[in-house]
């Protein structure tokens, strides 16, 4: 066993409650909400058209984005409620569905028998409609259950809390063994949830009711053990939430985070892997109470400025606009900067560029990109991003194949010769693992991003809080560049956990201070 | 005693289904619809007990408007049987015949004897049928069970849709001869739709041929025998003659057996 998963199996109660308590609480609401409307609108065809046509239009949006989107559009709320609310949706339509068919496939001359015996229209639908249409009906719910507890695999960008996290996590990190591990545990439960619900149809089928309450025992079961821990959390001190972007270095620095915190009194919960847009409208609505960005990203994404500008003054516009406009702190520099930068294998920079490391600039391989054939790999979002048409205009840069890929394929790709340049990240291990040069930014277009330590207005108010953090970003910052790709290396390329390099690193600190102080 | 004065149905696509029928059958006493498919025979039979609501006329059972009374009371008063039973297949016999009688809070012990009553009047054995499910049963003891629970309440006015319609032969003459002794012996008023004209004539007090929504002639079936009002009614009643005079001449090897 890797020794990343042992390191996770202490989150697995977490997780796994959490992922119970979201499925089932949406899969009842959704079950409360549909059969319901199926039932209304089973009478009337063109509202049933409607109704389903609605629900499948929802199906259709990519559950990722509806998760994320639901962050704006309940003002801002991350962690379990946009999961909640989506998943709710994404379970209507299979039970809507299913009991709409099921209640019009009940033959019609048992309708009429009921109705001539003079049942009212409510009798006839408990006694007669309902049972008739129950399997189909609960064969809605059966699929609902597997899409749902699918589904709440990917609420780790909001901020939910999932086995999702052990998938994000694990490719994030390189740690495929917790990503496998995730995976198999979320199948496991949607088959044991299955086979619970499926119960019930048996129930119906073989009209014994002890084999429902068999059921409902089980579920409640999961209701009751995904409840364990926020209940019992709600009898512990409220916790301060840190929060964590999905990629490595945030992994690590998340971990030093919650390690200061709790050193100095502090309960610490983790949300890790959330979005970037969504972890700062957390950070301004004071749902977690610390996070780590870069001065570069608030710049062209919140500040959306165009032409870059000096380290220091940047710097200081970022902090200034942070805190009028968003109400956030900004606590002091960590020290090193996760910079966007092309990267290139040196034998193919010799070959593309030029044998003298002078000529390994920007402005050099746009000229060359404008006779030969180049190809550029980025991360998913790089293409889409301000910085990325600035590169482009101003150094008109001509690439003749593009590439957007996951960080992790993308620098395999590069290693491996399929593309020539890729966006790196200066502060990546991997740079160093597979030897690739930096191409200079001669025109200075790319910003600064220096990592910066922001908190919310709120947790600073807290006493002792900024305290803890501040032995980070004393004297411009406690992690120097060099450090910080080091321990992006130890978990990317050795493979050890995000929390012991974070436990090392903030180890290196105290040494480095303690040396100082003498 | 159920009475029809002048009722029509006319449907929101405008077609008419029922034109202005007027009819009277004596309490105790049963009458047949009679006419092929679409003449009118089973809309009249449901404006009966109101599944079909008229557009004009009166209904009266047992001297009360039907209009004038809640519909869902009005049909727990009278017995319903339907072509094929309609047996609810997610209940057991027991629970089929006890549908109404729970509808009308009975206690649970008048029910349960009322059950244990009506499946030996049908001729099935309670301790043998009680717990069984439909599917576990043949054509003729669903629709057995099914005259159990139209009669469960003890209704005095029955509505029956082609009872006998997905029997076989045998099996329908055995429970039509049945049926008639019950119903007699319970002194039932009666409606009954059929398309086999001699069912109708072996089973009615009285006979309403229809054709087209519209009442051609009521009567005895020894009226519409002897005195038929048009052609029509004329050729529907002799064709029970007719196909036994064929069978008959077959019997003798007539005319399909050669000229010899």
């Given at each position: 066993?890797?020794?990343?998963?042992?390191e996770s199996?202490?989150?697995?109660?977490?997780y796994?409650?959490?992922?119970?308590?979201?499925s089932?609480?949406?899969?009842?609401?959704?079950l409360?909400?549909?059969?319901?409307?199926?039932?209304?609108v089973?009478?009337?065809?063109?509202?049933?058209?409607?109704a389903?046509?609605?629900?499948?239009?929802i199906?259709?949006?990519?559950s990722?984005?509806?998760l994320?989107?639901?962050v704006?559009?309940?003002?801002?709320?991350?962690g379990?409620?946009?999961?909640f609310?989506?998943?709710i949706?994404?379970s209507?339509?299979?039970?809507?569905?299913n009991?709409v068919?099921?209640l019009r496939?009940?033959d019609?001359?048992?309708?009429?028998?009921g109705?001539?015996?003079?049942?009212?229209?409510?009798?006839?639908?408990?006694?007669?409609?309902?049972p008739?249409?129950?399997?189909?009906?609960?064969?809605?719910?059966?699929?609902?259950?597997?899409?749902?507890?699918?589904?709440?695999?990917l609420?780790?960008?909001?901020?939910?809390?999932s086995l999702?996290?052990?998938?994000?996590?694990?490719?994030?990190?390189?740690d495929?063994?917790?990503?496998?591990?995730?995976?198999?545990?979320?199948?496991v439960?949607?088959?044991?949830m299955?086979?619970?619900?499926?119960?019930?149809?048996?129930?119906?089928?073989r009209?014994?009711?002890?084999?429902?309450w068999?059921?409902?025992l089980?579920?409640?079961?999961l209701?009751?053990?995904?409840?364990w821990?926020?209940?019992?959390?709600?009898?512990s001190?409220t916790?301060?939430?840190?929060a964590?972007?999905?990629?490595?270095?945030?992994?690590?620095?998340?971990e030093?985070m919650?390690?200061?915190?709790?050193?100095?009194?502090?309960?610490v919960n983790?949300r890790?892997?959330m979005?970037?847009g969504?972890?700062?409208?957390?950070?301004?609505?004071?749902?977690?109470?610390?996070?780590?960005?870069?001065?570069?990203?608030?710049?062209t994404?919140?500040?959306?400025?165009?032409?870059?500008?000096?380290?220091?003054?940047l710097?200081?516009?970022?902090?200034h606009?942070?805190?009028?406009?968003?109400g956030?702190?900004?606590?002091?520099?960590?020290g090193?900067?996760?910079?966007?930068?092309?990267?290139?294998?040196?034998?193919?920079?010799?070959?593309?560029?030029?044998?003298?490391?002078?000529?390994?600039?920007?402005?050099?391989?746009?000229?060359?990109s404008?006779?030969?054939?180049v190809?550029?790999?980025?991360?998913?979002?790089?293409?889409?991003?301000?910085?990325?048409?600035?590169?482009?205009?101003?150094y008109?840069l001509r690439?003749?194949e593009?590439?957007?890929a996951?960080p992790?394929l993308?620098y395999?790709a590069?290693?491996?010769d399929?593309?020539d340049v890729?966006v790196?990240?200066?502060?990546?291990?991997?740079?160093?693992?597979?030897?690739l040069?930096l191409?200079q930014d001669?025109?200075?277009?790319?910003?600064s991003?220096?990592?910066i330590?922001l908190?919310?207005a709120?947790?600073?108010?807290?006493?002792?809080?900024?305290?803890?953090?501040?032995?980070?970003v004393?004297?411009?910052?406690?992690?120097?560049?060099?450090?910080?790709?080091?321990a992006?290396r130890?978990v990317?390329?050795?493979g050890?956990?995000?929390?012991r390099v974070?436990?090392?690193l903030?180890?290196?600190i105290?040494v480095r201070?303690?040396?100082v102080?003498r | 005693?159920?009475?029809l004065?002048?009722v029509?149905?006319?449907?929101?696509?405008?077609?008419v289904?029922?034109?202005?029928?007027?009819?009277?059958?004596?309490?105790?006493?049963?009458l047949v619809?009679?006419?092929?498919?679409?003449?009118?025979?089973?809309?009249t039979?449901?404006?009966?007990?109101?599944?079909?609501e008229?557009?004009?006329?009166?209904?009266?059972?047992?001297?009360r408007?039907?209009?004038?009374?809640d519909?869902?009371?009005?049909?727990r008063?009278i017995?319903?049987v339907?072509?094929?039973?309609?047996l609810?297949?997610?209940?057991s016999?027991?629970e089929?015949?006890s549908?109404?009688?729970r509808?009308l809070?009975?206690p649970?012990?008048?029910i349960?004897?009322?059950?244990?009553?009506?499946?030996?009047?049908?001729?099935l054995p309670p301790?043998?049928?009680?717990?069984r499910m439909?599917?576990?049963?043949?054509?003729?003891?669903?629709?057995?069970?099914?005259f159990?629970?139209a009669l469960?309440?003890?209704?005095r006015?029955m509505l029956?849709?082609?009872?006998f319609?997905?029997?076989?032969?045998?099996?329908?003459?055995?429970?039509?001869?049945?049926?008639?002794q019950?119903r007699?012996?319970?002194?039932?008023t009666?409606?009954m739709?059929?398309?086999?004209?001699?069912?109708a004539l072996?089973s009615a007090?009285?006979?309403a041929?229809?054709?087209?929504?519209?009442?051609?002639q009521?009567?005895?079936p020894?009226?519409?025998?002897?005195?038929p009002?048009?052609?029509?009614?004329?050729?529907?009643?002799?064709?029970?003659?007719?196909q036994?005079?064929?069978l008959?001449?077959l019997?003798?090897?007539?005319p399909k057996?050669?000229?010899?």
């Amino acid at each position: 066993m890797s020794e990343q998963l042992i390191e996770s199996l202490r989150d697995l109660p977490d997780y796994l409650g959490g992922h119970m308590l979201l499925s089932l609480s949406a899969l009842v609401v959704g079950l409360v909400l549909s059969v319901p409307l199926g039932i209304a609108v089973s009478r009337r065809p063109k509202l049933a058209e409607l109704a389903q046509g609605i629900a499948a239009v929802i199906q259709t949006v990519p559950s990722l984005a509806l998760l994320v989107l639901m962050v704006p559009l309940l003002g801002g709320r991350t962690g379990f409620w946009p999961a909640f609310v989506a998943l709710i949706l994404y379970s209507i339509l299979p039970i809507l569905a299913n009991t709409v068919v099921g209640l019009r496939g009940v033959d019609p001359i048992l309708i009429e028998a009921g109705r001539g015996l003079g049942m009212s229209d409510r009798e006839l639908l408990r006694k007669v409609q309902l049972p008739l249409a129950a399997p189909v009906i609960i064969g809605g719910v059966r699929t609902a259950t597997v899409l749902v507890v699918g589904t709440a695999t990917l609420v780790t960008p909001v901020g939910g809390t999932s086995l999702g996290n052990y998938i994000f996590g694990g490719l994030e990190t390189s740690d495929y063994v917790a990503t496998v591990f995730g995976c198999v545990l979320a199948a496991v439960l949607a088959i044991v949830m299955d086979q619970l619900v499926r119960l019930f149809e048996l129930a119906a089928q073989r009209r014994d009711q002890r084999l429902a309450w068999l059921g409902a025992l089980g579920l409640l079961f999961l209701l009751g053990a995904g409840l364990w821990g926020p209940v019992s959390k709600l009898f512990s001190p409220t916790p301060e939430y840190v929060a964590g972007a999905p990629f490595t270095e945030q992994h690590i620095l998340t971990e030093v985070m919650k390690e200061q915190l709790r050193s100095a009194g502090f309960t610490v919960n983790q949300r890790k892997g959330m979005a970037e847009g969504v972890q700062f409208l957390a950070l301004r609505g004071n749902q977690i109470d610390c996070c780590i960005n870069y001065t570069g990203n608030i710049w062209t994404v919140l500040m959306k400025e165009k032409e870059s500008a000096e380290r220091s003054i940047l710097r200081a516009k970022v902090r200034h606009f942070l805190r009028e406009r968003y109400g956030v702190i900004c606590l002091g520099e960590l020290g090193f900067e996760n910079a966007y930068a092309l990267a290139m294998k040196p034998q193919r920079a010799e070959a593309l560029l030029g044998t003298e490391r002078s000529q390994w600039t920007v402005s050099r391989l746009a000229e060359q990109s404008r006779r030969l054939s180049v190809s550029v790999a980025g991360d998913l979002q790089f293409f889409r991003r301000l910085e990325w048409r600035q590169l482009r205009e101003r150094y008109q840069l001509r690439f003749r194949e593009k590439k957007e890929a996951d960080p992790t394929l993308m620098y395999g790709a590069v290693r491996d010769d399929q593309v020539d340049v890729i966006v790196a990240y200066t502060s990546d291990g991997r740079i160093e693992k597979y030897g690739l040069v930096l191409l200079q930014d001669d025109l200075h277009v790319l910003p600064s991003y220096d990592a910066i330590l922001l908190a919310s207005a709120e947790a600073v108010a807290k006493p002792g809080f900024a305290e803890a953090l501040m032995p980070l970003v004393r004297d411009g910052g406690a992690i120097s560049d060099a450090v910080m790709q080091e321990a992006n290396r130890q978990v990317d390329v050795e493979g050890n956990s995000p929390r012991r390099v974070a436990l090392q690193l903030l180890e290196s600190i105290a040494v480095r201070k303690k040396s100082v102080e003498r | 005693m159920i009475v029809l004065k002048q009722v029509s149905k006319t449907y929101d696509t405008g077609h008419v289904a029922v034109c202005n029928v007027s009819l009277e059958v004596p309490a105790g006493k049963m009458l047949v619809l009679l006419g092929g498919s679409g003449c009118g025979k089973t809309t009249t039979l449901k404006m009966i007990n109101r599944l079909v609501e008229p557009t004009s006329g009166r209904i009266e059972v047992d001297g009360r408007d039907v209009l004038s009374v809640d519909p869902v009371q009005l049909r727990r008063g009278i017995g319903y049987v339907l072509q094929g039973s309609a047996l609810f297949p997610h209940m057991s016999v027991a629970e089929n015949i006890s549908v109404v009688p729970r509808l009308l809070d009975w206690p649970v012990e008048r029910i349960e004897k009322r059950i244990d009553e009506l499946l030996r009047l049908v001729h099935l054995p309670p301790e043998e049928f009680r717990s069984r499910m439909p599917r576990q049963l043949s054509g003729g003891q669903q629709q057995r069970v099914g005259f159990a629970r139209a009669l469960a309440a003890g209704p005095r006015v029955m509505l029956l849709d082609e009872p006998f319609g997905a029997l076989d032969p045998v099996t329908r003459d055995e429970l039509r001869s049945e049926f008639l002794q019950l119903r007699r012996q319970l002194g039932l008023t009666a409606v009954m739709v059929t398309h086999d004209i001699t069912e109708a004539l072996l089973s009615a007090d009285l006979i309403a041929v229809m054709n087209a929504g519209r009442l051609l002639q009521l009567g005895t079936p020894h009226e519409l025998l002897a005195n038929p009002s048009d052609d029509f009614v004329g050729s529907l009643m002799s064709s029970p003659k007719r196909q036994a005079d064929q069978l008959e001449s077959l019997v003798a090897g007539g005319p399909k057996g050669g000229s010899s």
